[in-house]
C-alpha cells in the first residue's frame, strides 16, 4: 500500500525546483484511504497473497470453539501459561522456517535440543559449571551440529534429508550416552537456567515494553519512507503508517493486559517473540535476507547472479541447529530437568507443522519469521483447548494432522493463484 511521489512542473528558469520523474502509468498506486486499502487488499488477495489471514481467521475459530466448550480457556492464567509453553517449540519452529525457505528440511531439530538440553544438564549439575556458562556451551554445541550438517550438505552434495536423519539418530544416540543409566537430570529451580522460563514482568515493565515497541516502530517506518520519499520512490503517507502503528498496537496492548491480569509478561515469551522479529528485520531488510530467499526460489539462478550459494546454506543450517538448541534449553527450564525424552518426542514434527500453518511454503522461497509465532499460537491454542477439556492425546495429534493438511492445501491453492494471475496479467 503506497503513494507514488506527486508530480511536480518546472515554473521557469534559475530558481524553480527541478521537476520530479512523471510516473508510470502502469504502476498500481494505492489511496491513502480506508477504501485504497481495502482495494489493495482485493488485488493481493485475488493473486493468491492470503498472508497471515487464514492463520488469524482459525485463531479466531479456535477461540470461539474452546471458550464455548470451557471458559477457562481465555482466562488470563491459560493465556499465559499457553505463551510459556509455545516458546521451546517456537524457538525451533523459527529455525527450521530458515531451512524450509531454501526448499529444505531439517529432521534433526528434535535430536539437538535433546543433546544441548544434555550438554547443559550435564555441565550445570554434574560437572559444577556456572549455568550462564552451560547454557552457552549448550548453544555453541547446537551452532556447530548446523554447520556439520550445513557443510556436507552444501560441499558434499549429500541430501538434507539424508544428513539431518543421520543427525537425528546420531545425535539421539549421544544424547542417551551423556544422560547416563540415570536417564534424568534435574537442575536447580532458582538458577538461571529456571529463570528464561519462571520470569514474569511487573505489569508496568510490560507495558514500557508494549509503548517502546510501538514508538519503535513506528519511527522507523518513518524513516524508511521519508528516505524512499526523497529518492522520488514510492512511498507510504504518513496517514497510512500511523494506521499500521495502531493496528499494531491492538493486539500488543491487549495481550499485555491480559497478561497482566495473572502474572506479567513471560519473559520466555519475550525472548520468543524478539528472536523472531530479529530474525524477520534479517530476512526483510539485509541483504543476507534477499540472498536466502533468492536461494530458496532458485538456487542455480542465485549462483549466476553472484551468489555464495553454499555460505548461505550452512549459515542457515547453522542458525536453524542454534536455535533448536535454544528450543531444548527452554525445556530444561520449563521441567526443572533434562531427561531421555526431552527433544525426543514430537517436538520436531510440531516445529514443522507450526512452521507450515503459520504460512511458511514446503516449496521454498516463500514466508516469514512471524509464522513461528502464528503457528506456535494454533498449535499451542489446540493443546491449550484439548487439555482443557481432558481429551487424550490421540485427538490433539488427529486434529493437528488436520490443521496441518488444512494449510498445505491453502498454500497450493494460493501458489496456483499466484501463476493464474501473473500469467493472465502477462
Same mark, same amino acid.
Given at each position: 500500500?503506497?503513494?507514488?511521489?506527486?508530480?511536480?512542473?518546472?515554473?521557469?528558469?534559475?530558481?524553480?525546483?527541478?521537476?520530479?520523474?512523471?510516473?508510470?502509468?502502469?504502476?498500481?498506486?494505492?489511496?491513502?484511504?480506508?477504501?485504497?486499502?481495502?482495494?489493495?487488499?482485493?488485488?493481493?488477495?485475488?493473486?493468491?497473497?492470503?498472508?497471515?489471514?487464514?492463520?488469524?481467521?482459525?485463531?479466531?475459530?479456535?477461540?470461539?470453539?474452546?471458550?464455548?466448550?470451557?471458559?477457562?480457556?481465555?482466562?488470563?492464567?491459560?493465556?499465559?501459561?499457553?505463551?510459556?509453553?509455545?516458546?521451546?517449540?517456537?524457538?525451533?519452529?523459527?529455525?527450521?522456517?530458515?531451512?524450509?525457505?531454501?526448499?529444505?528440511?531439517?529432521?534433526?531439530?528434535?535430536?539437538?535440543?535433546?543433546?544441548?538440553?544434555?550438554?547443559?544438564?550435564?555441565?550445570?549439575?554434574?560437572?559444577?559449571?556456572?549455568?550462564?556458562?552451560?547454557?552457552?556451551?549448550?548453544?555453541?554445541?547446537?551452532?556447530?551440529?548446523?554447520?556439520?550438517?550445513?557443510?556436507?550438505?552444501?560441499?558434499?552434495?549429500?541430501?538434507?534429508?539424508?544428513?539431518?536423519?543421520?543427525?537425528?539418530?546420531?545425535?539421539?544416540?549421544?544424547?542417551?550416552?551423556?544422560?547416563?543409566?540415570?536417564?534424568?537430570?534435574?537442575?536447580?529451580?532458582?538458577?538461571?537456567?529456571?529463570?528464561?522460563?519462571?520470569?514474569?514482568?511487573?505489569?508496568?515493565? *510490560?507495558?514500557?515494553?508494549?509503548?517502546?515497541?510501538?514508538?519503535?516502530?513506528?519511527?522507523?517506518?518513518?524513516?524508511?519512507?521519508?528516505?524512499?520519499?526523497?529518492?522520488?520512490?514510492?512511498?507510504?503517507?504518513?496517514?497510512?503508517?500511523?494506521?499500521?502503528?495502531?493496528?499494531?498496537?491492538?493486539?500488543?496492548?491487549?495481550?499485555?493486559?491480559?497478561?497482566?491480569?495473572?502474572?506479567?509478561?513471560?519473559?520466555?515469551?519475550?525472548?520468543?517473540?524478539?528472536?523472531?522479529?530479529?530474525?524477520?528485520?534479517?530476512?526483510?531488510?539485509?541483504?543476507? *535476507?534477499?540472498?536466502?530467499?533468492?536461494?530458496?526460489?532458485?538456487?542455480?539462478?542465485?549462483?549466476?547472479?553472484?551468489?555464495?550459494?553454499?555460505?548461505?546454506?550452512?549459515?542457515?543450517?547453522?542458525?536453524?541447529?542454534?536455535?533448536?538448541?535454544?528450543?531444548?534449553?527452554?525445556?530444561?527450564?520449563?521441567?526443572?530437568?533434562?531427561?531421555?525424552?526431552?527433544?525426543?518426542?514430537?517436538?520436531?514434527?510440531?516445529?514443522?507443522?507450526?512452521?507450515?500453518?503459520?504460512?511458511?511454503?514446503?516449496?521454498?522461497?516463500? *514466508?516469514?519469521?512471524?509464522?513461528?509465532?502464528?503457528?506456535?499460537?494454533?498449535?499451542?491454542?489446540?493443546?491449550?483447548?484439548?487439555?482443557?477439556?481432558?481429551?487424550?492425546?490421540?485427538?490433539?495429534?488427529?486434529?493437528?494432522?488436520?490443521?496441518?493438511?488444512?494449510?498445505?492445501?491453502?498454500?497450493?491453492?494460493?501458489?496456483?493463484?499466484?501463476?493464474?494471475?501473473?500469467?493472465?496479467?502477462?
Amino acid at each position: 500500500m503506497t503513494q507514488q511521489t506527486p508530480v511536480s512542473k518546472a515554473s521557469g528558469e534559475g530558481g524553480a525546483a527541478p521537476a520530479e520523474p512523471m510516473r508510470d502509468p502502469r504502476l498500481l498506486t494505492t489511496v491513502a484511504s480506508p477504501k485504497g486499502w481495502l482495494d489493495a487488499l482485493r488485488r493481493r488477495l485475488r493473486g493468491g497473497e492470503l498472508g497471515p489471514i487464514p492463520v488469524i481467521v482459525g485463531l479466531l475459530l479456535i477461540a470461539v470453539v474452546f471458550q464455548s466448550m470451557n471458559d477457562r480457556f481465555l482466562s488470563p492464567q491459560n493465556l499465559s501459561n499457553l505463551t510459556v509453553q509455545i516458546a521451546a517449540i517456537g524457538l525451533m519452529t523459527t529455525g527450521v522456517i530458515m531451512v524450509l525457505l531454501l526448499g529444505e528440511i531439517d529432521l534433526s531439530i528434535g535430536s539437538v535440543a535433546g543433546l544441548s538440553a544434555a550438554v547443559l544438564a550435564v555441565l550445570a549439575v554434574k560437572q559444577g559449571f556456572p549455568e550462564w556458562g552451560a547454557i552457552a556451551a549448550a548453544i555453541g554445541v547446537g551452532l556447530l551440529i548446523g554447520l556439520v550438517h550445513g557443510t556436507v550438505f552444501a560441499k558434499l552434495g549429500v541430501p538434507a534429508f539424508v544428513v539431518t536423519l543421520a543427525g537425528l539418530l546420531g545425535w539421539q544416540g549421544v544424547h542417551l550416552y551423556l544422560m547416563g543409566s540415570d536417564g534424568t537430570i534435574n537442575t536447580s529451580p532458582n538458577g538461571a537456567i529456571a529463570m528464561l522460563t519462571q520470569t514474569y514482568f511487573v505489569p508496568f515493565m *510490560g507495558w514500557a515494553i508494549a509503548a517502546i515497541t510501538v514508538i519503535l516502530y513506528t519511527i522507523s517506518v518513518f524513516v524508511v519512507e521519508r528516505s524512499r520519499r526523497r529518492a522520488r520512490l514510492p512511498y507510504k503517507p504518513p496517514s497510512e503508517i500511523v494506521f499500521r502503528a495502531a493496528l499494531l498496537s491492538l493486539p500488543i496492548l491487549g495481550g499485555v493486559w491480559v497478561l497482566n491480569q495473572y502474572k506479567g509478561v513471560p519473559l520466555a515469551f519475550l525472548i520468543f517473540v524478539g528472536f523472531v522479529v530479529v530474525l524477520d528485520l534479517v530476512l526483510r531488510k539485509t541483504r543476507y *535476507g534477499r540472498m536466502v530467499y533468492a536461494v530458496g526460489g532458485n538456487a542455480e539462478a542465485a549462483r549466476r547472479a553472484g551468489i555464495n550459494v553454499d555460505l548461505i546454506r550452512i549459515s542457515v543450517f547453522g542458525i536453524a541447529s542454534t536455535l533448536a538448541a535454544l528450543g531444548g534449553i527452554m525445556l530444561v527450564s520449563r521441567n526443572f530437568a533434562a531427561s531421555v525424552s526431552t527433544g525426543g518426542g514430537a517436538e520436531l514434527m510440531m516445529a514443522i507443522a507450526a512452521a507450515v500453518i503459520g504460512g511458511t511454503s514446503l516449496f521454498g522461497g516463500r *514466508g516469514n519469521a512471524y509464522s513461528a509465532l502464528l503457528g506456535g499460537l494454533v498449535l499451542g491454542a489446540i493443546t491449550s483447548g484439548l487439555l482443557l477439556l481432558q481429551m487424550d492425546t490421540s485427538v490433539r495429534f488427529m486434529i493437528t494432522a488436520a490443521v496441518l493438511l488444512i494449510a498445505v492445501i491453502i498454500d497450493a491453492i494460493s501458489r496456483r493463484g499466484r501463476k493464474s494471475h501473473a500469467r493472465g496479467g502477462a
